[in-house]
C-alpha cells in the first residue's frame, strides 16, 4: 500500500508529544496518530485534489488539524499540521482550496475537450473514409 506519512514531534502543557498524519495514497484514508496510536482515521480520497483532505481531533484540550493536498502537476503530496490554529513547523506550504479547485476543474476540462475533439475527428474520418 503506497502510505505516505509526516510526522511531528511537539510540546503539549509540558508533555513532549509524537504526531504523524498518515494518508494511503490508493485507498484514500488519512489518520492522525498520536504516540504510536491512532486518534482518529477517515476516508479523504477525493479531498486531497479537490481543495485539501481535512482531518482534526481533540487531544487534551487542543485541536490539532492535520491537512494533505497533492499540489496540481505534483506527484507527491504536501502535509501540514496546526494545533490550536498555529501551523507547525515542518508543514508544507498549502494551496489556497479554491485555487486547487480551479485548477483541478481546468485540467478536467481540458481533458473533457481532448476527448470530444479526438472522438469528432475519429467519426469524421470514419464517415469520409
Same mark, same amino acid.
Given at each position: ?9 511537539? !510540546?503539549?502543557? $509540558? ?7 498518515v494518508y494511503a495514497g ?6 492522525? %496518530?498520536?504516540? $504510536? ?7 479523504? %480520497? ?8 481535512? #482531518?482534526?481531533? %481533540?487531544?487534551?484540550?487542543? *485541536?490539532?488539524?492535520?491537512r494533505v493536498t497533492q499540489p496540481f502537476g505534483?506527484?507527491?503530496?504536501? @502535509?501540514? #499540521?496546526?494545533?490550536?490554529?498555529? !501551523? ?7 494551496? %489556497? ?6 485548477? !483541478?476543474?481546468?485540467?478536467?476540462? #481540458? #481533458?473533457?475537450? $481532448?476527448? @470530444?475533439?479526438? !472522438?469528432?475527428? *475519429? ?7
Open positions: 500500500m503506497m502510505q505516505h506519512r509526516r510526522s511531528w514531534t511537539v !510540546t503539549l502543557d $509540558g508533555v513532549e508529544r509524537q504526531i504523524d498524519v490508493l485507498s484514500g484514508w488519512m489518520s492522525i %496518530e498520536v504516540d $504510536g496510536q491512532q486518534r482518529k482515521r477517515g476516508w479523504r %480520497e477525493w479531498q486531497t485534489v479537490i481543495g485539501g483532505a481535512l #482531518l482534526s481531533c %481533540e487531544l487534551d484540550g487542543h *485541536r490539532l488539524d492535520a505534483q506527484q507527491q503530496y504536501a @502535509f501540514a #499540521l496546526s494545533i490550536d490554529g498555529a !501551523t507547525q513547523p515542518g508543514s508544507d506550504a498549502q494551496p %489556497e482550496p479554491a485555487k486547487l479547485k480551479r485548477q !483541478t476543474l481546468t485540467a478536467f476540462g #481540458l #481533458l473533457m475537450a $481532448g476527448i @470530444f475533439v479526438f !472522438t469528432f475527428v *475519429r467519426v469524421l474520418l470514419e464517415r469520409l473514409g
